[in-house]
């Protein structure tokens, strides 16, 4: 069983009318292959207090447990150092997992969740980018290694673009000057 690099985001919303358009979008990426949800969990607290929930998976219950033992060690479930202890986090991990914890504990998910101001929400999501997993095979039949990865949110590329232009002009300057 390949599985795609697990992402977990948590985004606190403004408010809850965003829900269904935000439901709509990771409708189109599931069905057309891009994602696959592992667990959502969408929190809302309403005006006098109390919190309304919506879950959400792709998986089946024996996926979730299969799953769980890889991802719960991923999200924070640490392997210990003989077999024994790899084996007890693991299932700790899948029942972590199955139980829809996140890698996070319950009082972990609580907190956040009664951090929430009155009318805001939280959208918990740990999802696969499932379209990673055919280059993710390629990779591993021709012996390639990940050395490293993580994520650059776009915010970052803009204030770095423009260090980036001018470390182009200075390469192309170099590249012109090197030629006459």
Same mark, same amino acid.
């Given at each position: ?6 992402? $977990? ?12 358009? +935000? ?12 994602? !696959? ?21 792709? $998986? ?14 991923? $999200?924070?479930?640490? =392997? ?23 890698? $996070? ?6 907190? +956040?969740? =009664? ?6 929400? *939280? ?14 095979? *390629? ?7 990940? !050395? *490293?990865?993580?994520? @650059? ?5 803009? @204030? @770095? ?20």
């Amino acid at each position: 069983m390949t599985i795609g690099p697990v992402q $977990l985001v948590v985004v606190e919303l403004q408010n809850d009318k965003l829900h269904g358009q +935000i439901m709509r979008e990771l409708t189109t990426l599931r069905n057309s292959g891009t994602v !696959r949800i592992l667990d959502l969990l969408f929190v809302a607290k309403q005006q006098d207090g109390t919190l309304a929930t919506l879950e959400d998976t792709d $998986l089946t219950g024996d996926q979730r447990m299969a799953y769980g033992a890889v991802i719960g060690g991923l $999200l924070g479930l640490e =392997a210990g150092e003989s077999q024994e202890d790899v084996e007890v986090d693991a299932e700790a991990g899948a029942l972590a997992f199955a139980d829809q914890t996140f890698g $996070l504990s319950e009082a972990d998910i609580r907190d +956040i969740a =009664a951090g929430l101001p009155r009318g805001k929400s *939280a959208l918990f999501i740990l999802f696969e980018h499932h379209w990673a997993i055919a280059i993710k095979e *390629a990779l591993q039949q021709g012996g390639g290694v990940v !050395r *490293a990865q993580g994520l @650059v949110p776009p915010e970052t590329l803009e @204030v @770095v673009s423009d260090l980036v232009t001018a470390l182009q002009e200075d390469m192309d300057q170099s590249d012109q000057a090197s030629l006459h």
